[in-house]
């Protein structure tokens, strides 16, 4: 059963399921087989294979929710989405984005986040969409309600694009490299070999990673908040952040302190340092198979420790490909040196 946070009631929340069924409907499944076995595919990561939908590489269990995503999600025009490409933010801009949400509900010094990881604040929309299956109807979520996705601008339904805000974050793709062989070779099948990193750069480079390629992802959305802004200057990126969600911080709260205290509340430091997030019982599960502990989304926190695993030359090529792809976008990615 899925869990989420249910603002008001201060405690988690299990998804309501559009209708009573267990089990995935056969004539869904039976539709998915047949798309999947019509897919190219690739080495995967963390599973034996990933397919190519539609110019991104995605697993089995995503292209489900995706699926039903189509099918059944129904938007409504307060829903703010956040999107990035995998180990990009999420954990740390779904405790920012839930703070900011219910700041009026919450003492910040007995907030729910001290409680439960930030990945329990709002759904991972790509496979919450099925946990509960059939589908969830996530039409008990407090207003906005808010989701985070890894999937890419145009995978998604236009209902979803045209109406509702999206807040992107991304990351050198060098880090969100390095971030994302550490989390899924830990996750990786024990029947599989380990994924050397070398071959990962490879893959990496060549586009071929879960929800990728990394570059097409960041171009499919608009400007980006970027990790490395939100290190550097924290404050200023929440204020916008919240001036985005439309909710504004007003200049009663600045006088207090509130901002502040969200940064120091979701940061790296006071987030990593918590018992649930330390290995103690808390968990997200993404499938019936993948459960994941909140300690694994909180590796170090830094910018640059890409130098730690790859050669200048590696890095050069990385760089490349990303100036190339980025060429004429007008997006610059704050790249490292
Ligand atoms: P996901 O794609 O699995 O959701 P995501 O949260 O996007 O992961 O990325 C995890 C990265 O963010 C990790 O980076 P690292 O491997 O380079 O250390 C993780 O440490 C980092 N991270 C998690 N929480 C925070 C936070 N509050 N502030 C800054 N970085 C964070």
């Known amino acids: 059963m899925s869990t989420y946070l249910l603002p008001d009631q201060n405690d988690c929340h299990h998804g309501a399921s559009i209708n009573a069924q267990n089990d995935i409907q056969s004539d869904e499944q039976h539709m998915i087989n047949n798309l999947l076995a019509t897919l190219p595919k690739a080495k995967a990561w963390r ?63 007995d907030h729910p986040l001290l409680r439960t990881g930030p990945q329990s604040a709002f759904p991972f929309i790509d496979t919450h969409i099925f946990l509960d299956y059939p589908a969830t109807n996530f039409d008990n979520l407090p207003v906005p309600r808010l989701f985070a996705t890894h999937f890419a601008h145009g995978l998604l339904p236009t209902s979803i694009t045209s109406t509702c805000k999206f807040v992107y974050v991304c990351r050198d793709p060098k880090d969100a ?3 994302k062989w550490h989390f899924l070779s830990k996750l990786r099948s024990k029947e599989l070999p380990p994924l050397p990193f070398d071959e990962a750069y490879e893959l990496f480079c060549n586009g071929v990673s879960e929800y990728g390629p990394f570059w097409d992802h960041v171009l499919g959305y608009w400007k980006p908040s970027q990790y490395e802004d939100m290190k550097k200057e924290p404050s200023v990126e929440l204020k916008k952040l919240a001036a985005f969600m439309g909710m504004p911080f007003t200049a009663e709260e600045e006088k207090e302190g509130v901002v502040e205290e969200i940064v120091k509340l979701c940061s790296f430091e006071n987030l990593s340092s918590l018992e649930v997030n330390k290995g103690g019982g808390g968990g997200q599960k993404f499938t019936a198979k993948v459960v994941v502990e909140n300690q694994e989304f909180f590796r170090k926190g830094e910018v640059g420790d890409w130098k730690n695993h790859l050669t200048e030359e590696m890095k050069d090529r990385i760089d490349n490909i ?3 792809k980025l060429k004429g976008s007008g997006l610059t990615l704050g790249l490292t040196k």
């Open 322 to 324: 990303t100036n190339d």
């Open 47 to 109: 599973s034996e294979h990933i397919f190519l939908y539609k110019g991104f590489w995605l697993s089995s269990e995503v292209i489900k929710g995706l699926l039903l995503i189509h099918k059944h999600f129904t938007p409504q025009p307060t829903d703010i989405f956040l999107a990035a490409f995998m180990k990009c933010g999420t954990t740390w801009l779904k405790a920012l984005m839930f703070a900011i949400a219910n700041r009026h509900r919450y003492k910040l010094s």
């Open 177 to 179: 490299l390095v971030s």
